[in-house]
Structure formats: C-alpha cells, structure tokens
C-alpha cells in the first residue's frame, strides 16, 4: 500500500514525543510489512489543509493521521465516501474513535498494530451534511467544553484536569435546552440537560464509545433528570460504561434523527466529536452504513 502520514505537532501527546524518532518509527515498520510510507509534520493550524491535500491525491490508498479527535474527525469529514482508507495514530486525550476501531492508545504499538493491519468499511454519521465519528451532543456536555476552554492547559494531563474542573462546574448549574426530537418518525418534545447522538450505540463497562463500529445504528440518549445529585451519579455512570443501569438516562437506537432547537442562544451551542460548534435552529442526524474506509488491526474482533 501507498500511505502519507500527517502528524499534528500540536496534537496530545505528539507536542512531548521526539517526531524524528517517531516519524523513523514509523517509517520501518510500515516499510517491514512492504509498504511505500512518506511522514509530513504540520502545526496545528495546518493540520486541516495538509488533511486536504493528501485527499485530492490519486496515489495513495491510506492517508494515516496522529493527534486528537479534532484531527481525527477532520480526517473522517475529508475521506466519507472516498477510496482512500483512514488511518489512526491516537495521540489525544481520550481517542474514543480510535478506542472504538480497537488500535491501541499507546502511539508506539498503533503504530505495530496498523502496519500489519487490514482495510475494512465502518459506519460514519452526519449532522446536516457534516460527518462526526463518535458524537454530536447539545446541552451539558456543550457547556463543559466552553468551560473547559476558559482553563489554560499545555499537556493531555493539563487538559483531563480542565476537563474534570468543567465537569463540575457544569453540574453546578445544569442547562436546560429545549428540543422537539423526531427519531425515526416518533416526534416527541422536551426540556432536557443533556442530548446526545453516538455513531453507534456505546458499548458497556468502558468509556463512552461503540464497541461495533458497523452497528448500523444511531445511539440517541436523553437525560431526564435536573436533580443535581442524579446529574452527577449519571455522568459517573457514563464515565464508567454503566449507563443503561441508570433511570435517569432515557436511549434510543436510530438510523435518522432531527432534532429542532426552541431556544434562542445558538452560538457554541453543540458539541461535534469534542469540538464546539453553532447549533442549528434543525439539525439532521443521519447514519450512513460503512461509508468510511479505515485500516485498522488485523486481530480487530469486529471484523468479518
């Protein structure tokens, strides 16, 4: 195979990591398993240019990306429908798409795992047109990540340390968003704290990602509590794969949703794989069935 490689220098754990060590890594290992491989280091600014250029080409057959989830889902938005597979070097805080492809976090053996791996097809959704491969969220977690935002971090620890403070201080005053939600054709409207959509309905005992990752289906999950104490055990829950033992998270799976947003505040208002993002007066959740390309581990257990 004929693979370009794009790493963030900015991204996670790529800002402490020795790039000319790891790009020669890199290079030997695919080279080993026979691979053409070529290794580009761009800024963080740059990542999604560089992403583009790689896409328009016609001679490759992998495009492998290190960072974090913003990377990783610009990558995913640029390669929906294309011949070009994905590939993940997971590099950011929580990986949770790479989590889901099942290639390890250590960036070394993604490295071991993807060189000897093999190309398959996986879901990825839309939020009026616009791809995400793990979530689309409105309400709490939207206001966590502008908190989180307000906190300077410089490292991945710096940034779980942010994102813990954000945590509690959404909890200490929880939103309320008000939604008219259509899921696959069953309208109903409510006031909620939290909505989310997964590509894929999480799996159980694990941080929040899809164990199935050509499940086919929308997870739709709404919190139907305001209580404080209540808010606080679910995200714990969440947090620690036990969701669907707990009363106070309402799921759904879907393979279209349209949620129309009542409220009048509409910038940074949602939350698209871990970045924010303008939150439409109607937004369009779509699945699209294995309409993304993606090498991953050979021993991946979900593979046909």
Known sequence: MNIHTILNREGGTLKTTDLD???AL????????????EV??????????????????DDLDVLL???????V????????????????????TMNLFARTLQIPTAIDAAVVALAGGTITEVDIATVNGEPFVHQFAVGMHARMVRMRDRYAYGSRMGKMVASTRAILA???????VEVEIDIDGEVRRLRTPALAISNNIYGEGHLPYADDPRGGVLGVYICETRDRGAMTRL??????????????????????????????????????????RDLAQSSEIVMHPKALRVLVPSEATFLP
């Open 21 to 23: 060590r790891f790009g």
């Open 235 to 276: 995200t714990v829950d969440i947090l620690l794969g036990k969701w669907r033992q707990n009363p106070a998270l309402r799921t759904y799976a879907a393979r279209r949703v349209t949620v129309d947003y009542r409220g009048s505040k509409r910038r940074d208002r949602a939350v698209r794989d871990g970045e924010l």
């Open 65 to 71: 990306v290190g960072g974090g989830d913003g990377t």
């Open 40 to 57: 580009e280091c761009v800024k963080g600014s740059e990542i999604v240019d560089a992403i583009k250029r790689a896409a328009d080409r």
């Open 170 to 176: 959404a909890l200490g005053s929880l939103p309320e």
């Open 26 to 37: 890199i290079k030997a290992e695919f080279r080993l398993h026979g691979h053409a491989i």
């Open 73 to 92: 889902s610009a990558a995913a938005t640029a390669l929906m429908d294309h011949s070009i597979a994905l590939a993940i070097l997971p590099a950011g």
